[in-house]
């Protein structure tokens, strides 16, 4: 028997075929997999930034949107206390309050008819006495409320007729009230000009303000009082929810 010296030819061996084909498949799904991985990775990234992109321009015009809108709500209060400033200078406006005038009276309660936004106007002197026009709720009648010796300093709430006069005491609220103990007074005062103050809860339970305040001097330039234009915070809320920015925004 001979044995044949002829080599074996590289067609016919089959492990030899097997190893070369994952030789050149492996790299090969090995590019693929990377390629599409980058791809998803970049589209993933830039479809993200869009988001994040229109999410923003969403959110500052919003923001611009609710801010003109508390701009126009808010300028009211320094409005008002820059009219009594005016008319307290003139002298058109006393700030005598132990004994209230009709005047008086119908001068805050007018403006508190006229800006609905408005909660409370203070009048508090330097003798500690006071005088303030009330809005209980959104849309009910306005009250007047007074606080002087004549009511041993406590707070006397009288309802009011269509023309701002006093109808009938509603109620007196204990115990005393000096409006120079009070923030939107005190902080006033310290800062001798026309300021916001902080966030402070009411005289009366359960309430919650923040004021627009400003000294008021005689025509000699002596501090004879501060006026107060309080804005509770759940009326503002009922504003911000009031003024839909989007169909699915929040205002807070």
């Known amino acids: ?13 089959p492990s030899r075929n097997v190893s070369l084909a994952r030789m050149l498949t492996v790299p090969f799904i090995l590019q693929v997999i990377v390629v599409v991985g980058l791809v ?12 994040e992109d229109l999410t923003g321009q969403l959110m500052s015009g919003m923001g611009k949107r609710v801010e003109e809108k508390l701009v126009s709500y808010l300028a009211t209060p320094r409005l008002t206390n820059q009219l009594i400033s005016d008319a307290v200078q003139r002298g058109e406006l006393s700030l005598n309050l132990a004994q209230p005038s009709q005047q ?7 403006h508190m008819r006229l800006l609905s936004n408005l909660t409370w106007i203070n009048l508090g002197t330097e003798q ?23 009511t041993q300093n406590y707070n006397q709430y009288y309802a009011t007729d269509d023309q701002g006069n006093q109808t009938k005491l509603l109620n007196t609220e204990k115990p005393v ?19 916001w103050t902080g966030i402070y809860p009411g005289f009366s339970t359960g309430t919650i303000f ?3 305040s400003q000294p008021l001097y005689d025509p000699t330039g ?16 009922t504003f911000l929810m009031q003024n839909k920015v989007s169909q699915t925004g929040e205002i807070f």
């Open 177 to 195: 009230y000096d409006p120079r103990t009070r923030p939107w007074y005190q902080q006033a005062v310290a800062a001798k000009q026309a300021i």
């Open 210 to 212: 923040i004021a627009g």
């Open 104 to 110: 008086q009276e119908r001068y805050i309660w007018q």
């Open 222 to 237: 002596k501090l004879v009082g501060v006026s107060g234009v309080d804005l509770s915070l759940v009326h503002l809320q």
């Open 40 to 51: 998803g990775y970049l589209s993933y990234h830039n479809g993200q930034r869009a988001v």
């Open 128 to 150: 500690g006495d006071y005088l303030a026009a009330w809005r209980p709720h959104l849309g009910e009648p306005l009250q007047l409320v007074f606080a002087n010796r004549s």
């Open 1 to 13: 028997m001979v044995a044949s010296d002829r080599p074996q030819q590289d067609g016919l061996n």
